[in-house]
């Protein structure tokens, strides 16, 4: 099991499978070495980074994504609401059950 927890002092990463499962990383220790970028994110690696190495990984071993296309539009619909809600200053509800 590994794991990175963010906070803005850095990261605390832990991976049970190495000799030293805890690992803390400031950004002011990565900071004061000349030459090297802080990047925006204090992750090791962007969130992103990790959602298209897994989407490629699936499509290289041919095996299905931890997320589905339903859970896509779940977060779209999500988004859309937020979004119009924003805008007219109403909650949106959502409806329970995705029409098909």
Known sequence: M?????????????????????IFKSRSSAA???GVAVPESPLE????????????????????PMVTTKDA?????????ALSSMTTGHPVELAKEIPH
């Open 45 to 64: 690696f962007s969130p992103y980074y990790r959602e298209l190495d897994h989407f490629i990984t699936c499509i290289r071993e041919e095996t299905q």
């Open 32 to 34: 004061a070495i000349p």
């Open 73 to 81: 539009y779940e977060a779209m619909r999500i988004a859309l609401a």
């Open 2 to 22: 590994n794991f990175e927890i963010a906070g803005t002092s850095g990261v605390i990463d832990y991976d049970s499978a190495k000799d030293s499962p805890v």
